[in-house]
C-alpha cells in the first residue's frame, strides 16, 4: 500500500540528544521556619534530563507551525522545547507545554496539563486531568487525578475608588519529594514567599491549601481542610478532615488537630488540640462535658 506525503506523518527523532541537568534547589530551616529565598547551597532535588530536545512532528516535510510534536513514549503531546527524558510516558490527551522539564521515569495521564517551565522529578506520576502551573514538583511524587498547583492565589485589595483589585501572584508552588496529593485538591502559589509543601507529606483529597503557605516535612492533611494564605506548619503536624486554619498563623510541629477544628491563633506548644477556636483537646473535652450536663 502506498500512502501520499501528506497523509504520512511521523515523529523524527534526532540521534545525538542533549543532556540537560535541572537542579531544583529547596532551603532547610529550622522548624515551622521556611522561607521563599531558595539561595541556599544545600543541594535538593536533581533530575536528570536525557531528552530528544530536537524531537518533531512531520507532516508533509514540515513541522508543527506552533512547536507541538506527538511524544513516541505513550503518544501524548509535546513542545518541541520541552525537555523530557525518553522513559518517562505521556499518555494520549496529555499535553507538555514550552520548556518544561519531565524527570525519568515519569508518567503524565491523559488530560493532564503541563504549563510552561515545569518541573517534574524522576518517577513522579500525574493522574488524570492534572493541572500544573508554575510549580516545581519533586522525585517519587503520586498527583493523583483533578489537582491544580500553582494556579493564582486569592488576593485582592479595594483602591480608593473602592474597586476591588488583584494582588500580584507571581512566584511558584514547591512540592518536595515523596508527597502524595489526592484527588482535586488546590495548591495556589505564592505571592510574596513560595508556597512550600514539605517533603513525605501525605495530602488527602479536596483540600485547599492557600498561597504563600508553608507545610513542614511528614505531615498528614485529611480531606476537606482549608488552610488559609501565610500559614506556616511545622514537621509531622496531622489535620483531621475539615480542619480550618485561618490566615496568617503559625503552628508548631508535632501539633495533632482534631476534625472539625478552627485554628484562630498561633500554637506554639506540641499536643493534641480541638473545637472552635482550636484549644487543648482536654480543655475542649470538658467543655464538651459541661455543655451536656447543662442540656440535661
Request: proline share 2%; hydrophobic share 35%.
Amino acid at each position: 500500500m502506498v500512502f501520499s506525503i501528506t497523509q504520512t506523518r511521523k515523529i523524527e527523532n534526532l540521534s545525538a540528544p542533549r543532556l540537560v541537568s535541572a537542579i531544583i534547589s529547596s532551603n532547610w530551616f529550622s522548624t515551622g521556619q521556611r522561607a521563599s529565598n531558595h539561595s541556599s547551597t544545600e543541594q535538593g532535588t536533581t533530575v536528570h534530563l536525557e531528552c530528544a530536545l530536537n524531537s518533531r512532528l512531520e507532516n508533509g516535510g514540515e513541522d508543527d507551525q506552533q512547536g507541538y510534536g506527538r511524544w513516541g513514549n505513550g503518544g501524548g503531546t509535546f513542545h518541541k522545547s520541552a525537555l523530557i527524558d525518553p522513559s518517562a510516558f505521556v499518555e494520549v490527551g496529555a499535553v507538555v507545554h514550552s520548556e518544561c522539564a519531565v524527570g525519568a521515569d515519569c508518567h503524565i495521564g491523559s488530560g493532564a496539563v503541563i504549563g510552561p517551565t515545569v518541573t517534574i522529578g524522576q518517577s513522579t506520576k500525574i493522574g488524570y486531568n492534572v493541572a500544573l502551573a508554575n510549580c516545581i514538583v519533586g522525585d517519587f511524587c503520586a498527583i493523583h487525578s483533578g489537582v491544580c498547583i500553582g494556579q493564582d492565589g486569592f488576593g485582592f485589595y479595594v483602591d480608593e475608588q473602592g474597586n476591588m483589585m488583584k494582588k500580584p501572584q507571581t512566584l511558584k508552588a514547591i512540592i518536595e519529594n515523596h508527597v502524595e496529593i489526592g484527588a482535586n485538591t488546590c495548591i495556589d502559589r505564592g505571592s510574596w514567599r513560595d508556597t512550600v509543601v514539605g517533603e513525605h507529606t501525605k495530602i488527602d483529597n479536596l483540600v485547599q491549601i492557600g498561597h504563600n503557605v508553608v507545610i513542614g516535612r511528614s505531615c498528614l492533611i485529611c480531606g476537606q481542610v482549608g488552610v488559609a494564605g501565610s500559614v506556616t506548619i511545622g514537621d509531622y503536624v496531622t489535620l483531621g478532615g475539615r480542619v480550618g486554619i485561618r490566615d496568617h498563623v503559625n503552628i508548631a510541629s508535632k501539633v495533632r488537630l482534631a476534625a472539625n477544628s478552627c485554628v484562630t491563633k498561633d500554637i506554639s506548644v506540641p499536643g493534641d488540640y480541638g473545637g472552635f477556636p482550636a484549644i487543648p483537646i482536654r480543655d475542649w473535652r470538658r467543655q464538651i462535658a459541661k455543655h451536656r450536663q447543662i442540656l440535661k
